[in-house]
């Protein structure tokens, strides 16, 4: 069973930054897909970043720009620089896993979430 714990969310204030942390148990790490996505209250699971194994990272188009995701396969850690954050971001962000090395394959594996809130 493969377990993801994120951390570094918080209450930020609307146009600074906030870097969250997803680290994963398991061995062969570096052979998935790890993955950020959010859920703001009364709306539904959006992916906001995926990262695959190998090749360019994706974005949702609303973070494009201002976040990054990166990942230390050493670590087994994956994490999300989110800059210029907009009252909008609010929203419990969780760390997932796919099934495989690509980001179309689906998510296999999903963290507990750490809730990010941005003020004006």
């Known amino acids: 069973q493969v377990q993801l714990v994120e951390s570094g969310g918080g209450l930020v204030q609307a146009g600074k930054n906030l870097t969250l942390s997803c680290a994963s148990s398991?061995?062969?790490?570096?052979?998935?897909?790890m993955g950020w996505y959010r859920q703001a209250p009364g709306k539904e699971r959006e992916l906001v970043a995926c990262i695959p194994s190998g090749g360019m990272p994706n974005y949702a188009e609303s973070v494009k720009g201002r976040f990054t995701v990166s990942r230390d396969n050493a670590k087994n850690t994956v994490y999300l620089q989110m800059n210029s954050l907009k009252l909008e971001d609010t929203a419990a962000y969780y760390c997932a896993r796919y099934r495989g090395g690509h980001c179309l394959i689906g998510v296999g594996y999903w963290g507990q979430g750490t809730q990010v809130t941005v003020s004006s």
């Open positions: 398991g061995t062969v790490f570096s052979l998935f897909a």
